[in-house]
């Protein structure tokens, strides 16, 4: 993934001057939706459907939609969340199966290919983003929070990982206990925004060059 979101970044400038690129955002946009309900018929003959509210399983629809679309924010959204959130879940996976099972090849495919995507949206100058994305999209996480505590609440879920902790090691143990955690990961996530900004600055600085 690094390698690949190496490559874009540097043949940035090639990609803002190549023609039509429709054909690979549809490619893009066909393999991040179609991984991600390929796993609900998986799940659901298996016997362990639920509902596809967690933020990645947003963000990859949210990605496909602006593939294929021009609209400002979902491009912020998905950029911002596929970047923040997509390389958090990669770095710290909560899986309970290894490699070479179906979970484990279908949860790094999908989460990898968000964040490429985002890297090539961004690299394509297809998404500019800007200190007001960052609250406009932090503004929408926060109304995901309030959406998914009330599902979790009601429906006994953790959704966000709201309600408790992931199973596996992730940077949430290092912000407290419950409900602690969640007013560090609002800062994190602020922070890490502001991050996605910068990168995405550079990218436009290394294109222009």
Not at 28 to 52: C, D, F, I, K, Y
Not at 65 to 91: D, F, H, K, P, Y
Not at 167 to 183: K, N
Request: proline letters at 3%.
């Amino acid at each position: 993934m690094l390698a690949a979101g190496a490559v874009l970044v540097a043949n940035a400038k090639r990609l803002r001057s190549a023609g039509d690129d429709r054909l690979v955002r549809r490619i893009l946009a066909a393999v991040l939706v179609g991984n991600e309900v390929g796993s609900w018929g998986v799940a659901v003959v298996q016997g362990r459907w639920g509902l596809p509210c967690q933020l990645c399983d947003l963000a990859v629809f949210l990605m496909a939609w602006a593939l294929l679309g021009r609209r400002r924010l979902v491009g912020e959204i998905a950029v911002l969340w596929g970047l923040a959130g997509s390389v958090q879940a990669v770095l710290t996976p909560d899986l309970s199966e290894g490699f070479p099972s179906y979970a484990w090849v279908q949860f790094f495919l999908g989460h990898c290919a968000v964040v490429l995507s985002a890297v090539y949206l961004v690299a394509r100058g297809r998404v500019h983003l800007t200190s007001a994305s960052v609250w406009r999209v932090w503004l929408v996480s926060n109304v995901y929070v309030v959406i998914a505590g009330l599902l979790n609440w009601q429906l006994g879920t953790n959704f966000g990982y709201l309600a408790r902790k992931p199973a596996h090691p992730s940077l949430l143990d290092a912000l407290g206990r419950w409900p602690w955690y969640i007013v560090g990961v609002e800062g994190i996530a602020l922070a890490l925004f502001f991050c996605c900004v910068g990168f995405a600055r550079l990218v436009d600085r290394w294109a222009r060059a």
